[in-house]
């Protein structure tokens, strides 16, 4: 075992290591940190980090692989208090020594640990440039996802998480959702969301001066990620305290101008209220803002806009 202080700009660290050999080859390691007044940075982002304890315990696997676990029993930013919560990767190697990664993260704060995964270079570009348009915040639990940067395939990068009090507010400020709650799988080629929330708000900016609160925001969303992007809407139910909304359909993102195929059901309802609906467009683009770039401010969203403020 070995037992040491680091000091240096970005924190105090108190470390304890223990490892295992067999053949001057390291087998497993178990090891304790304690951390504070850290600080991590990327070129444009600071996360600063009051104190963290954690355990962190490793194992090589069929003599190439290595698994790994940390369990973090304490950890305080400037901004949340994240819970304890538990990780695992597997670093495995293929017959040609190409590395193939794969994790299970219990929890995360998506607002302050994006930056750093952007900064991986290990996410698609199209996401990076949605993470651009718009702030995100929220919270990311059961996460499963594997990365492989050798493969030649489009499915090198996937992952499924649960989500809760996930917010997107545009770049401009004038819309944003929040309150969602729900589940994300993705890869290159499709992206599925589903939510459930039951105190979800939106903010329209274009339409409405205050948020609207949603008292049901249900939603099985596909997003297809070929030649021409294709937005699927296998459900889609949006109710206030004075409207409730169906809608099901697909839009076709081609280059000149979206094709839609939208069916809306309205259920009965006082006909001062039917206006009302003008949000379930807005609302459908904001919720693409996870998987698309510029959604909040393209041109297309200013003309399927301006179709529902005419009917």
């Not at 992952?159 to 969602?180: C, M, Q, R, Y």
């Not at 021409?228 to 909304?245: D, R, Y």
Request: with cysteine; aromatic share 8%; glycine share 2%.
């Amino acid at each position: 075992m070995s037992e040491y202080s680091v000091i240096d700009v970005d924190g105090i660290a108190n470390f304890k290591l223990w490892t295992s050999w067999e053949e001057s080859r390291l087998i497993d390691f178990n090891s304790e940190l304690v951390y504070s007044d850290l600080s991590l940075n990327t070129i444009d982002h600071q996360l600063s980090i009051n104190n963290i304890a954690l355990k962190l315990f490793g194992q090589r696997v069929q003599n190439k692989n290595w698994l790994l676990n940390v369990e973090i029993d304490e950890a305080q930013t400037a901004n949340s208090l994240w819970p304890a919560s538990s990780y695992q990767i597997n670093i495995d190697k293929d017959s040609n020594d190409n590395n193939k990664y794969s994790g299970y993260f219990s929890y995360l704060n998506i607002e302050e640990i994006l930056p750093f995964i952007i900064a991986a270079n290990v996410i698609p570009e199209k996401l990076k440039d949605v993470y651009k348009q718009q702030t995100i915040e929220g919270e990311l639990t059961d996460l499963n996802v594997s990365y492989q940067p050798d493969s030649k395939t489009n499915s090198s990068f996937q992952f499924n998480t649960a989500f809760n009090n996930l917010e997107l507010v545009s770049a401009d400020k004038t819309h944003a959702i929040s309150g969602l709650k729900g589940s994300l799988t993705a890869n290159s080629e499709k992206t599925t969301i589903q939510l459930i929330s039951k105190a979800a708000k939106v903010t329209l900016g274009s339409l409405y001066d205050k948020p609207l609160a949603l008292s049901e925001l249900n939603a099985d969303i596909e997003l297809i990620n070929s030649e021409t992007i294709e937005l699927v809407i296998q459900n889609l139910e949006v109710a206030t305290t004075n409207l409730s909304i169906n809608s099901m359909g697909k839009i076709r993102f081609e280059e000149k101008s979206p094709f839609i195929d939208i069916v809306l059901h309205i259920d009965e309802t006082s006909i001062e209220n039917i206006p009302a609906f003008n949000f379930l467009n807005a609302l459908i683009w904001i919720i693409l803002g996870i998987c698309l770039n510029n959604i909040l401010q393209n041109k297309n969203n200013t003309q399927i806009t301006n179709i529902f403020k005419n009917i």
